[in-house]
C-alpha cells in the first residue's frame, strides 16, 4: 500500500498543522509520500513530518495557485504506483481530488472521519446526523480526510525532498487574484479555542465584541452563515455543513440559534459554551454550559473576567 | 449561450434527520423533499445571466426517481425554460461519479456553453459532482463560486477559498459550481408556477444513456452520530468563568 498525499498550502507556505493531520490517516492506509506545489522550503517542511517516508515537490507556477486543471495533471502525472490518493478536506482538495478521481474512474471519498481498514471508511452524511461506513470497490481509493478526526503527526524526521515537473500546462483556467483575509488570530481550523458570534451579534461593528473575547483568550474568530452572510464576518470564518469544521478544546458560540448546519461544524468541539438570551435555543442541547442572558452584557463581562 | 443546470431533490434542510433503527439508512418516508439549497442559487444564477441577455436558454436536469419532478417544475417557475428528468430509480443515492456521467452525456446532446452546479448536496454532502463532470468533459472548473461574470467566452470567477477570495478565469465550456454568497434566489410566484406546467420537461432513463448504475462505495452500515453529555445552565459569568477555570480552559 502506498499514498499519495497532496499537502495543503496557505498563501504559498505549507499549512503544517492540516498536513500532519492528514498524515495520521495516510499513514494507516500504507507508506506516505506527501506532494507540495509550492516552493522548496515548504517541502523541507513537509520532510519534517513523521510518517512522510518522501516529499515531492514541484515549484511550477502553474500549480503555485492551486489550479485544479494543473494540479490534478501533475496528480496524475506521479499517480503510478499509488493504491491511494489522499488530501486534506479544505476547499483545496475538496476542489481537486474529485477531478482527479474522476480521472481515475474512482468515486471520491470526501470528508473521511475514521480509517476502518485500507479501504472502509467512515464519513459524515447529512450534515453530520448520521455517519456512513463505506467500502470502496475502485482500484484506486481517492478520499479527502476530515482533519478534525485525527492528531498532528510528529515532527522531527528527515524524508528525501525531490523535485517533479507538471508535464503539460493547462490554459481551460487562469489564476486572476488572492484576496485573502489576514489575521494575527490563530487559524481557525487548528485553534485551541474559537469564539464565533452569530446572527445576535448585529452589526459588523459590534463584531468587535467577539473578536476581543477571542484576542484576550488567544482565540480564532468564527462565525454562523447568518454573520457571514449579514456581512459581520468575512466568507472564510464560516462554521458549519458547507464551511469550516472545527473541534477545539474550548468553543463559545455568542448569539447563535445552533441549526443543525452549523451544529454539523462544531459539535465535536470538547467544551462548548453558548450565550445566547432565548433559552429554547438549541445550540443549548449541545452545550456544556448554557448562559442565558443578553450577550452585550455577558461578553463584554467575560472579556474583562478573562 | 446554453447554460445546463444539474438540480438534485434531497430532504428539505429544515429536517431533523433521523437513522432508520436497523442501521439500514436515514428514514425518508414521509419527509419533507426540496431542490437542493445550492441548486435553487444556480437556478438563480442561470436566469440573472438569461435576464441579463448572456445566456439564451437554460435548461433543467435531475437524475433520480420520478418524483424528481417537483424540483424541475420549480425551476421552471423560478424561470428556467427546459427541463429534462433522468430516470435512475436504484432505491439508493446515485453516486456523484455516476451522476457525472450521466450529466456528460446530456452536455454531449444539449451542448450547453456553461454548466452551474450546486457545490454540495446537502444530503450525501459529497461536493464532487461538478468537479467530477469537468473532468469527464476536459473542461476547466470554477468551484464555490461567490460572483460570477461572463463576456468574451470566459468566466471571471470569484471563489470561497479557505483563507479568503479566489479569483480565477476560466473559458467556456466550464463547470461552474455555487456558493452561498452568489445570490438569494427567487421565490416561484404564483402565476410561474401555473405557467411552469407547460414548460417542456422531457422523460429519459438512465438506460437511454447507457451509464452503468451500480455503485462504487458499497454502505456498509449507516449509525446515528456519538451524542454528547447533557450540559448545565450557568448563572452567571462568574459561574462560567469558574467552571472554565476548574477545567483549565482559560
Ligand atoms: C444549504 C445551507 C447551508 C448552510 N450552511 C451553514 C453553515 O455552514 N454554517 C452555519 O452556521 N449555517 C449554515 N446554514 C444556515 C443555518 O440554517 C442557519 O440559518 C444559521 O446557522 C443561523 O445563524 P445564526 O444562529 O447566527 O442566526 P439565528 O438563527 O437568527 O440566531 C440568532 C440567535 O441570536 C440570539 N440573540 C439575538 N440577540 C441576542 C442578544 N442580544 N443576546 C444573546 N443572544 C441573542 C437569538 O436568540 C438567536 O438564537 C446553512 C443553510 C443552508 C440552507
Ligand atoms: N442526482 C442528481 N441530479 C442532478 N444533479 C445532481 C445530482 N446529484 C448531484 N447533482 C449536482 O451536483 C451538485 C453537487 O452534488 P454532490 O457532488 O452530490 O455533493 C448538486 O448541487 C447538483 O447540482
Redesign the pocket.
Known amino acids: 500500500m502506498a499514498v499519495l498525499l497532496l499537502a495543503e498550502m496557505a498563501g504559498g507556505a505549507l499549512a503544517l498543522d492540516a498536513t500532519a493531520k492528514a498524515v495520521t490517516a495516510a499513514a494507516k492506509l500504507g507508506d506516505v509520500t506527501a506532494l507540495v506545489c509550492g516552493p522548496k522550503s515548504a517541502a523541507e517542511i513537509a520532510a519534517t513530518i513523521e510518517g512522510v517516508s518522501k516529499v515531492l515537490v514541484c515549484e511550477d507556477a502553474a500549480v503555485a495557485h492551486g489550479l485544479a486543471e494543473n494540479v490534478t495533471r501533475l496528480i496524475l502525472d506521479q499517480a503510478q504506483g499509488f493504491t491511494h490518493i489522499v488530501a486534506p478536506a479544505g476547499n483545496s482538495g475538496r476542489n481537486i481530488l474529485p477531478r482527479v478521481a474522476a480521472l481515475l474512474d474512482a468515486m471520491v471519498m470526501t470528508d473521511v472521519t475514521e480509517v476502518i481498514a485500507p479501504d472502509t471508511f467512515k464519513r459524515p452524511i447529512y450534515a453530520g446526523n448520521a455517519i456512513q461506513t463505506v467500502q470502496s470497490l475502485d482500484p484506486v481509493k481517492v478520499l479527502s480526510i476530515r482533519t478534525t478526526g485525527f492528531d498532528a503527526a510528529g515532527t522531527g524526521a528527515a524524508a528525501p525532498v525531490e523535485t517533479v515537473a507538471l508535464s503539460a500546462v493547462s490554459d481551460l483556467s487562469a489564476h486572476v487574484e488572492d484576496k485573502v483575509v489576514s489575521s494575527d488570530r490563530p487559524e481557525l481550523t487548528s485553534a485551541k479555542v474559537v469564539v464565533s458570534g452569530g446572527r445576535g451579534i448585529g452589526s459588523e461593528e459590534n463584531f468587535a465584541l467577539v473578536s476581543s473575547l477571542a484576542d484576550k483568550l488567544g482565540a480564532a474568530v468564527g462565525a454562523s452563515r447568518a454573520a457571514v452572510d449579514s456581512g459581520f464576518a468575512s466568507n472564510d470564518l464560516q462554521v458549519g455543513q458547507t464551511g469550516k469544521v472545527v473541534a477545539p478544546d474550548l468553543y463559545i458560540a455568542v448569539g447563535i440559534s445552533g441549526a443543525i448546519q452549523h451544529l454539523a461544524g462544531m459539535k465535536d468541539s470538547k467544551v462548548i459554551v453558548a450565550i445566547n438570551k432565548d433559552v429554547d435555543a438549541p445550540i443549548f442541547q449541545v452545550a456544556d454550559y448554557g448562559l442565558v442572558a443578553d450577550l452585550f452584557d455577558a461578553v463584554p463581562a467575560l472579556t474583562e473576567a478573562v | 449561450m446554453k447554460i445546463l443546470v444539474?438540480?438534485?431533490r434531497v430532504i428539505d434542510y429544515n429536517v431533523k434527520v433521523r437513522v432508520k433503527s436497523d442501521g439500514s439508512g436515514v428514514d425518508l418516508a414521509n419527509v419533507k423533499m426540496s431542490m437542493?439549497p445550492?441548486?435553487e442559487i444556480?437556478v438563480e444564477q442561470a436566469i440573472r445571466l438569461k435576464e441579463a441577455g448572456i445566456a439564451t436558454e437554460v435548461v433543467v436536469?435531475?437524475?433520480?426517481e420520478k418524483k424528481a419532478q417537483e424540483i424541475l417544475r420549480t425551476a421552471l417557475a423560478m424561470g428556467a425554460d427546459r427541463a429534462i428528468l433522468v430516470e435512475a430509480d436504484t432505491g439508493d443515492d446515485?453516486e456523484?461519479l455516476t451522476?457525472a456521467k450521466i450529466?456528460a452525456k446530456v452536455v454531449a446532446d444539449e451542448a450547453p456553453e456553461l454548466v452551474i452546479?450546486?457545490?454540495?448536496?446537502i444530503d450525501?454532502?459529497?461536493?464532487?459532482?461538478?468537479q467530477m463532470l469537468a473532468a469527464l468533459l476536459g473542461w476547466g472548473q470554477a468551484t464555490f463560486a461567490s460572483q460570477v461574470d461572463v463576456a468574451d467566452g470566459k468566466a471571471s470567477v470569484t471563489r470561497e477559498v479557505d483563507g479568503g477570495l479566489q479569483t480565477v478565469s476560466v473559458k467556456l465550456p466550464a463547470v461552474i459550481?455555487t456558493d452561498l454568497r452568489l445570490n438569494e434566489p427567487r421565490y416561484a410566484s404564483l402565476p410561474n408556477i401555473m405557467k411552469a406546467k407547460k414548460k417542456p420537461l422531457e422523460e429519459k432513463t438512465a438506460a437511454d444513456y447507457g451509464v452503468d448504475l451500480s455503485p462504487r462505495l458499497k454502505v456498509l452500515a449507516t449509525e446515528e452520530p456519538a451524542g454528547r453529555a447533557a450540559g448545565i445552565v450557568v448563572g452567571s459569568v462568574d459561574e462560567l468563568m469558574g467552571k472554565l477555570k476548574e477545567q483549565g480552559l482559560v
Open positions: 444539474p438540480v438534485k437542493n445550492f441548486d444556480s436536469v435531475s437524475v433520480g446515485i456523484p451522476v450529466l452546479a450546486g457545490k454540495q448536496a450525501n454532502d459529497m461536493n464532487a459532482t461538478g459550481t
